[in-house]
């Protein structure tokens, strides 16, 4: 069964640094997401992106937050320059249409 | 606005008892409704969803869950819990025919004792 993918599983990153999370959704979806879950809290929505753009988005996903689908098959978040609160696992999601997403495993970002 | 609560943070059952989990929602539109599972270390399973077609849905290993609109409710139940049912919840909501952004629950931890 197809599934969405996320590397790396674990990343440590210093304050002030650039990250890119990557992410292999499944093949023949049309639509990408992001979304954050801190610790103890909520998963969180980031941003949608749809025909090479971005279609929504939170008031989490601000300048310092991209995304990108570079190829045919990798969709990227990069965060510019990481601040402690940005510690949380990321997943991301892949969908045919506008109704079920499916979610990868989640890459764990850790800032000290 | 979308927005789901999940009103137990832990569930504990013994094995071969039901499963209820409990989620309610609330909806400026017609709703979507889901129920993902997530296992340690893995990705977050889709277990059943409500695109308002039958109130009642019948989803994988057994759970099913039903819409109330009266009580804007969408309660996870199962008739026999298994080992393997041990993991974290999630009820979500997202907004009808746009679909896009996905509002999740806190999430229940279900534990099941042997």
């Known amino acids: 069964e197809p599934e969405v993918t996320q590397t790396p599983s674990h990343q440590v990153t ?48 601000d300048d310092q937050f991209s995304v990108e689908r570079p190829d045919g098959s990798n969709f990227t ?23 079920t997403q499916y979610f990868g495993p989640g890459t764990r970002l850790t800032v000290l | ?6 009103l137990d943070s832990h569930v504990s059952v013994s094995e071969g008892t039901p499963v209820l989990l409990r989620c309610n929602y609330s909806s400026s539109y017609s709703p979507s409704l889901f129920w993902y599972v997530q296992h340690p270390n893995k990705g977050l399973q889709l277990l059943l969803k409500y695109t308002s077609a039958a109130t009642l849905v019948k989803g994988i290993n057994g759970f099913e869950a039903e819409f109330k609109k009266s ?8 008739p026999s819990a298994h080992m393997s049912d041990a993991a974290e919840y999630f009820c979500v909501v997202s907004r009808y025919n746009t679909g896009n952004q996905f509002y999740f629950g806190t999430g229940t931890s279900l534990t099941v004792i042997p």
Request: proline share 1%; aromatic share 14%.
């Open chain 1, 77 to 99: 978040l990069k965060i510019r320059s990481t601040k402690l609160e940005d510690s949380a696992m990321y997943f991301c999601a892949s969908s045919s249409d506008t109704d």
């Open chain 1, 14 to 61: 210093q304050m002030g640094q650039e990250v890119i999370l990557r992410c292999v959704p499944i093949s023949n979806h049309l639509y990408f997401y992001w979304y954050r879950q801190i610790l103890g809290q909520k998963v969180e929505f980031l941003v949608s992106f749809y025909n090479n753009e971005i279609s929504e988005k939170s008031e989490i996903f």
């Open chain 2, 71 to 78: 009580e804007t409710s969408f309660h996870l139940t199962k």
């Open chain 2, 1 to 6: 606005a979308q927005s789901v609560t999940q």
